[in-house]
Nanobody, 122 residues
C-alpha cells in the first residue's frame, strides 16, 4: 500500500520560507519520479516542481523558478520542497505526487498524499 505523507506546512509572512517534506512508503521510492503540486481555493491543481528518480532531471513551474527547490533523499524515502521568498499567491494546499516511472510524464502522478496547507499572509 503506497503512502505519501506531507509535513511542514503552516502560516508564514510574505518573504518568508518553509520546507515541505513528503515521506513515502509502500513502493520503490528510489526508482520513481516525484513531484509537488498545489491547489489554491477555486483553482485547479497545478504542478509546482518535479524530479526524476535519481534527481538528474528537475522541472519547475515558471511562477516558482528561482524561489523553490525540489530535492530528494532516496536513503530516507523522502522528497522535499524548499520554498523561499514566499508570496501571498503561493497560498494553497500542497500535495506530494508519486509516479510509477523513472521520469515524470504528462499523465501526472499515480499516487497522492493528503496535502499540507501553506498560507502566506501578514
Amino acid at each position: 500500500q503506497v503512502q505519501l505523507v506531507e509535513s511542514g506546512g503552516g502560516l508564514v509572512q510574505p518573504g518568508g520560507s518553509l520546507r515541505l517534506s513528503c515521506a513515502a512508503s509502500g513502493f520503490g521510492f528510489s526508482y520513481y519520479a516525484m513531484s509537488w503540486y498545489r491547489q489554491a481555493p477555486g483553482k485547479e491543481r497545478e504542478p509546482v516542481a518535479r524530479i526524476s528518480s535519481a534527481g538528474g532531471r528537475i522541472e519547475y513551474a515558471d511562477s516558482v523558478k528561482g524561489r523553490f527547490t525540489i530535492s530528494r533523499d532516496n536513503a530516507k524515502n523522502t522528497v522535499y520542497l524548499q520554498m523561499n521568498s514566499l508570496k501571498p499567491e503561493d497560498t494553497a494546499v500542497y500535495y506530494c505526487g508519486g509516479y510509477s516511472t523513472t521520469y515524470f510524464n504528462s499523465r501526472g502522478p499515480e499516487y497522492w498524499g493528503q496535502g499540507t496547507q501553506v498560507t502566506v499572509s501578514s
